[in-house]
């Protein structure tokens, strides 16, 4: 199934995103009008405090996007988790099965699979820090190459383009457990957590066109949403401050704050996931019909120390499950 279906086809799962983004994003505006106004008044009570004001800007800029990752982990995650369900099932069977709203059934699908979101979450932050390290590994090798000419700058650029990646390859080998049991493979989420990590080291140099691709595109989108944005809340904040003196350089502040939350939000609930499904395609078409590789499995263990601990723990649920192996030992 190409892109555009795959986007089409599990469009309601985007614009949920977007609009709990617009939400959320809406919220955050209110909040920094209001701490802005805070500023102000600081401000003109007390004489030369400036500073006070750039502080209560950081602390309220970094709220909000604390609170944007609570937000995250604890509202949004399941709805991510369905849309991986949904898109490894699309690819798979080229449809969902009847009888069943495409949402509902990704979110059946994932209870199913997890049991609970804690469980997948676990899972999906154990699966960051391996590709994190195999990524670092994979640069390190890289750099035996560094005494051409040139050589480190590509070597630099991609690795940027990977770190940037990261955020999005995990969710790729999460799909792999969805495939899995879709397959009614006789194995635990853990193991094929496990084998879809050495499957993305059999398989990095696909994902990485496509991460070169996306990451180019995100940088683009970032710096034409901010202009969009930001333009007429600057031809807004001068109108404004026209008419009230010593009030510009605090809504011109609300105004490239605004800009940077409604490009953010904007990012997060439509772009993100569309490049999700970008490197879920291109991870799952990369790993047809493969194995994972017991000498890469080995050759990752001693690289990864995260990875050891992933392979440990789907040892020991193996062993839970009466498929007893022996763990790896930490180093």
Known sequence: ?????????????????????????????????????????????????????????????????????FFERYVLYMVKMGHIAV?????????????????AYGKDTVVQNFGAANVA??????????????????????????????????????????????NYVDEAIMSYIFLQKSKQANETVWKSASDGVVLYAQSWKGVLKTATGAVIFIYLFNIAMFVVFVLPLLFVSNLIASGNEGIGFFLGMIAFAGAGVLTTMLKRGFIDPVVMIAMIR????????????????QKLLGVSNRFKRLFNRSKEEEAKAGLDQPPVAEG
Do not use: C
């Not at 898109?87 to 949402?103: D, N």
């Open 282 to 297: 291109t991870y799952q078409v990369g790993i047809k019909d493969q194995e994972p590789k017991i000498d890469l499995q």
């Open 1 to 69: 199934m190409s892109l555009m279906k795959l986007i089409t086809k599990t469009l309601p799962f985007i614009l949920v995103r977007i609009l709990m983004y617009a939400l959320f994003g809406l919220v955050s505006f209110v909040v920094l009008g209001i701490m802005v106004g805070i500023g102000f008044l600081v401000v003109k009570l007390f004489n030369g405090a400036g500073f006070a004001f750039v502080l209560i800007m950081i602390g309220t800029i970094g709220g909000i996007f604390g609170i944007l990752r």
């Open 121 to 166: 979450f676990v899972i999906d932050k154990m699966v960051h820090a391996a590709v994190r390290q195999i990524q670092r590994w994979i640069m390190r090798v890289g750099n035996f190459f560094s005494f051409v000419p040139g050589a480190q700058r590509i070597i630099g650029i991609i690795n940027a383009i990977m770190s940037v990646s990261l």
């Open 87 to 103: 898109i490894v099932e699309l690819l798979r069977t080229g449809e969902i099965p009847k009888g069943k709203g495409m949402i």
